[in-house]
């Protein structure tokens, strides 16, 4: 007797990942680069974030093609992004093998309302969060695994900071509350209630927090790891890097030993030039893709 | 005391140092190869094989994991462990440690969705022990030394070969922590002969 698609099996799946660096790639070169740097995963797109940003207009899931030409080039698990509340893509990546789905803000949502329900797949899934609801109601939902949300294909830290900040602190806050005070926590952050109580109790979410959206350096990453996250997704940062092998090498390094500075220094010399990065006071409404869901 | 080291590179480490110091031993992640002279055992854990490899290669663990083996002292792969421990892999994959006399295959139960938990006998450890394999490998063939210790659909997934210890499945994702036990008790036994 055995049983897949468990709580256990997926979010499982996402503490493997822990301590690691997952690469978003276009084709099965990079994919092979990513793998050979040290990558855990990589995220088989069409476009980066940063291009999607640059490209405009409706942003959505990769052609299969692509996602099944990394899949075919690389041994480490192929994830690839579907757009929030689209149903039938995530059925498609999930017929197709891929081994998580992101069901992403940085592509433009089919659902302005509702997510998938995720807990009917086989298959797992990553959301993005900015805060302890987002976080409780994507699990709730099915996700395995979250991701701060940060600004995607910005190449700035700052929101991912932010977003993680905030989850930790909301976590840090909820273990003081009593019972009936969480229950109207609950109420305010639209989060529910007895995964809230879980939360409390255990001082921790129930699956990993990884750090996403505008990691550009080997300090970014470690700063992220430092902040809590379990491990990073770097978008943009490493093929809009000058040497991206190196890059991709010096971000893994700096993930595992984020706490050895004299290492990052070195990690850090010479890199040639980091993506260029994006001031979030320049944005307006619509460029901000976090926004795109709740 | 017993200590028992955790390889912290890269993958689950924290659930193992948690399932260790459930069975009353103190538990400690390796990060650094001078590490290895403070633990009596070290457990290499689930993650991803090849970026395991990639940060021992950098970190230069290979041979002083290889040699902290054949000194005599325990080690236990779990997953991504068992694949860094066998002697052979197929598809003329590259050896990592090489110190089991095992033939591996990696993701041989599939892809993630083929990922799944059963229920396991495993000989002399413990009765149905809930196994979570997740893009698991296993073992394809045993040396004469190996002892076969659990199978799932007729493949090899747990074995022992002296002081070596390898599952294809994550102990330390559940709170059954039997087979963690075992590991254990091979280090204590070990400790007692390696001091006479």
């Known amino acids: 007797m055995s049983q897949t698609g468990t709580d256990r099996v997926k979010r499982g799946m996402a503490e493997m990942q822990k301590g690691g660096v997952i690469m978003d790639v276009v084709n099965a070169e990079q994919a092979k680069i990513a793998e050979e740097a040290g990558a855990v ?9 940063a291009d999607i940003r640059a490209a405009g207009g409706v942003a959505r899931m990769a052609d299969p093609t692509i996602v099944e030409e990394v899949m075919n080039a690389v041994s480490i698990p192929v994830m690839a992004k579907a757009r929030i509340g689209h149903i039938t893509e995530a059925r498609v990546l999930e017929a197709m093998g891929v081994d998580y789905i992101d069901e992403s803000e940085v592509l433009t949502p089919a659902d302005e309302i509702y997510h998938i329900k995720k807990d009917d797949y086989t298959v797992p899934f990553v959301c993005g969060c900015r805060n302890l609801g987002e976080a409780t109601r994507r699990i709730r939902e099915g996700a395995s695994m979250l991701r701060t949300k940060g600004e995607p294909g910005t190449g700035n830290i700052v929101e991912a900071v932010s977003h993680m900040r905030q989850v930790q602190s909301q976590i840090r806050h909820l273990r003081g509350l009593s019972e009936d005070e969480v229950m109207v926590y609950a109420k305010e952050n639209g989060a529910p209630f007895d995964l809230l109580m879980e939360i409390r109790e255990e001082g921790r979410l129930p699956v990993v927090n990884f750090a996403a959206g505008g990691i550009a350096t080997p300090a970014d990453a470690s700063l992220m790891m430092q902040l809590g996250a379990d491990g990073v997704f ?21 993930t595992t030993h984020y706490d050895d500075y004299k290492l990052i220094g070195e990690l850090s010399k010479d890199l040639g030039t980091a993506m260029k990065g994006m001031e979030m006071s320049n944005l307006t409404p619509e460029q901000r893709m976090q926004d795109r869901s709740q | 005391m017993t200590t028992i080291g955790v390889l912290g590179l890269q993958g689950a480490f924290r659930e193992h140092i948690r399932s260790v110091e459930a069975t009353g031993s103190k538990a400690i992640v390796v990060k650094r190869k001078e590490q290895l002279e403070e633990i009596d055992g070290l457990i290499i854990p689930g993650g991803e094989s090849t970026t395991i490899r990639r940060l021992i290669d950098r970190y230069e663990f290979l041979e002083p994991i290889r040699q902290f083996g054949e000194s005599g002292k325990p080690i236990f792969g779990t997953c991504a462990g068992l694949i ?6 197929d598809g003329s994959y590259d050896v990592h440690l090489g110190v089991m006399d095992i033939k591996v295959r990696r993701n041989a139960f599939g892809r ?23 893009r698991a490998p296993y073992i394809e063939g045993v040396g004469g030394n190996t002892k076969v210790l659990a199978r799932y659909d ?3 997934v747990a074995a022992q070969q002296d002081q070596y210890l390898a599952c294809s499945f994550h102990p330390e994702l559940t709170d059954d922590h039997r087979l963690t036990e075992h590991f254990v008790k091979m280090v204590e036994e070990t400790n007692k002969t390696l001091a006479l």
Not at chain 2, 84 to 89: D, F, G, R, V, Y
Not at chain 2, 112 to 134: K, M, P
């Open chain 1, 41 to 49: 995963a990589v995220m088989a797109l069409e476009r980066v974030p």
């Open chain 1, 234 to 254: 770097v978008g943009s940062g490493i093929f809009k890097s000058n040497n991206p092998e190196k890059f991709a090498r010096a971000i893994v390094e700096a």
């Open chain 2, 84 to 89: 860094l421990l066998a002697s052979e892999i």
């Open chain 2, 112 to 134: 993630q969705r083929e990922s799944f938990e059963a229920s396991l006998d495993i000989e002399g450890v413990a009765d149905d022990f809930n196994a979570v394999f997740i």
């Open chain 2, 154 to 156: 007729g493949h090899i």
